[in-house]
């Protein structure tokens, strides 16, 4: 790849919703420069369907690698490009397959287009223009026009002309906040990141919740959500991650005599922190890693009950996957060897031996109504929480706590 001039970075699935393409692709545009800003060199162009970004020396591995998980990119080529001259066009095409070096019997064709329509050979001719001297070039390759180990695209352009082999698969979806914001409930697990990812291929844009309650665990579990929050923002750019401290609010439930509803009742709880912290960034969506149950408290009558303390739509990306789905999708986005790292989780202290799986909405009401001072620790947490803007690139940390410790929230999302 460290042949390329440029990189060229072709749109999804969005390129049928008609009206809204213009709009779409400006955001994908802007999305592409937010990722390139570490390479000061490349310059951007865009022009209908597609974006080139001129390397100008900066490394065209590390820029493709970054750029293929831009939301809304279908795919990203290396690119030599050549004057939109015969010659040119043939020299270049030699030198690309000399770099590539392609074993003995490969079998390849050439696949020309000819956009700029003044060009004086029309695409089929191109094809065995361009075929012709690279075979002589490389006798070992063979042409099959049907199903090549290789094809060598030729697109003639009036300014240029472009010469690539590989595709790089992007992630498409949509492009990042089309679809509106939504707040991830971020647990340190594996499910939490991967359907923060989900969410945001749909083109949601997403800032994230974690739940920490000092002095329960140790501050590397909750740097451990900062680092899983980094890694979601190689997708999308700056991510905010707000820190709730849920101590308060985790320990009311304890000794009330309904242990078996304690986990229920912590997760109505932060959905309702959640919803409030919604509602002032202006997000209309809380979105949870949740799948159909994987535990005590995913059983459908758990996550109805659960779901009914907050009005905003619950969207639960994995919902009808399995965990070894959950588990693929997590290793190739990156999150999942930060997600096992053995970080103690603060809730495995106040789970019960027997969590209900088919709790009691009445009785569940009735204890939120009577519990002492529970509004009022709800409105605490939501004062106290933290935000942090959390960058690609960057080092941020949260604010150290009392003796450098805090927490980790145990995975159900």
Known sequence: MAYADMLLLRFGEFTLKGKNRARFEKTVLRHVK??????????????????YVELNGEPAAAMAQALKNVFGIASVSPVKAAPSELEAIIAVSRQL????????????????RRVWKQFPYGSLEMNKLVSTPVLQGYPGLKVDMNHPDMELRVEIREERTYIFCE???????????????????????IDSPVAGWSSMRRGLEVECIHFYSFPYTSELARQKVVDLTRVLSQYAGVIKLHLVPFTEVQTAFTGIGQDNLIITLMRRAMLKI???????????????GESLGQVASQTLPSMNVIGRATQLPLLRPLVM?????IVEQAQLIGTYDLSILPYEDCCTLFVPKSPSTNPNMRIVDKIEATLPEYARLLDEAVEATETVSVTPYGNEKPRPLVSGQSALQEEWF
């Open 34 to 51: 937010e990722m390139v800003k570490p390479y000061p060199k490349a310059a951007i162009t865009k022009e209908f369907g597609r974006i």
């Open 274 to 288: 959640a919803t409030r912290l919604a509602e002032r960034e202006g997000a209309l969506a809380l979105v949870t």
């Open 321 to 325: 996957m399995d965990k070894i789905e």
């Open 97 to 112: 397959l000399e770099i590539i070096a392609p074993l003995q019997g490969t079998s390849f064709k050439v696949n020309a």
């Open 167 to 189: 595709s790089i698969a992007g992630v498409g979806g949509f492009p990042l906040g089309t679809n509106g914001k939504a707040m991830l409930l971020l647990s340190g697990g």
